[in-house]
């Protein structure tokens, strides 16, 4: 049987490529330039599975210690 997750990324997949990329990731600059993400690192899990090309991307701002953010270092 399939767990939650892997149904949610299996769903936002086939939301993907039925659509495309609807909502744009959203990234962060931390104190010492890295861009990590904020939101969207499901998104980005599928884009790279799927193979696309380019993604939508959206800056929100600059990290602010002591937050929930998921970090996501982006280098590829």
């Not at 399939?2 to 990329?21: A, F, H, S, V, W």
């Not at 010492?32 to 800056?59: M, Y």
Request: glycine share 6%; no cysteine.
């Amino acid at each position: 049987m399939m767990d939650l997750k892997q149904k949610q990324i299996n769903d936002l997949e086939n939301n993907i490529r039925q659509n495309g990329m609807t909502h744009p990731i959203e990234l962060i600059k931390r104190e010492d330039g890295t861009i990590v993400i904020n939101n969207g690192n499901h998104r980005l899990e599928v884009a790279q599975k799927i193979v696309l090309k380019e993604v939508p991307v959206k800056f929100i701002g600059d990290y602010v210690a002591n937050t929930s953010n998921t970090e996501y270092n982006i280098t590829n």
